[in-house]
């Protein structure tokens, strides 16, 4: 584990002949290596692939594909480390200094992929897991609706065949009838009959 940071550590080095003219993509990359190593170091492998991959677009460093190459591993991908590490010594300018741990990890990886089914038929295999999977689902639902008692409908009578709806708007219509009267009624007539003088 040491052995990856050092050698990273190396690789970043020449950082600055990459980003000739631009310092933030390599800052960037260099976040990007640091995220790596927080997530690699947790054994959030996942995370730490994304951080190595994004810090090699940046900067397209031989060391980082030996970081890429690490998180295939520890993830199960053996196919897919062995590419990486072949990548790392294809793609280092002189041989690095790990290229003998490099080889003997290519050779296990190939080993372990010789051993994983062919992805065929491993995906055949989830597929039909899906679909059963999916079967068992339906059926169940099938079940639970079918044990369901069917809810009792509700007879709705229309609200106009309701007498109390009708009481109700015929008092509305009255109220409302007074107030528009009250409020564009004439002046009232005076009902005194006033003084003589």
């Given amino acids: 584990m040491l052995g990856l940071f050092a050698l990273l550590l190396l690789a970043l080095a020449p950082l600055t002949a990459h980003a000739a003219g631009d310092p ?19 054994a959030d492998f996942q995370t730490a692939l994304g951080a190595y991959l994004e810090a090699y677009r ?20 053996p196919e897919r480390a062995a ?10 300018k002189r041989p690095p200094s790990n290229a ?17 089914p062919p992805k065929s038929v491993a995906l055949r ?6 679909a059963a999977r999916r079967a068992r689902e339906d059926s169940e639902r099938k ?12 007879q709705s009578e229309s609200l106009a065949k ?28 005076p009902t005194t009959l006033g003084t003589i003088r």
């Fill in 143 to 154: 079940r639970a609706v079918a044990a369901t008692p069917p809810t009792p409908e509700v």
């Fill in 100 to 116: 003998p741990l490099v080889r003997e990890l290519i050779a296990e990886m190939d080993a372990a992929a010789a051993k994983e």
């Fill in 125 to 130: 295999s989830q597929a039909e897991e899906v």
């Fill in 83 to 92: 590419i990486f590490y072949r990548r790392y010594l294809a793609q280092s």
């Fill in 24 to 42: 933030r993509v390599e800052a960037q990359a260099r976040a990007k290596f640091v995220e790596g190593n927080a997530a690699y170091e947790k």
């Fill in 162 to 189: 309701k007498w109390w709806v009708w009481a109700g708007a015929g008092a509305v219509a009255i109220v409302a009838g007074g107030v528009i009267y009250a409020a564009t009624a004439p002046e009232p007539r």
């Fill in 58 to 77: 940046l900067m397209p460093l031989p060391g980082f594909l030996f970081n890429i190459a690490q998180c295939h591993r520890q993830l199960g991908r």
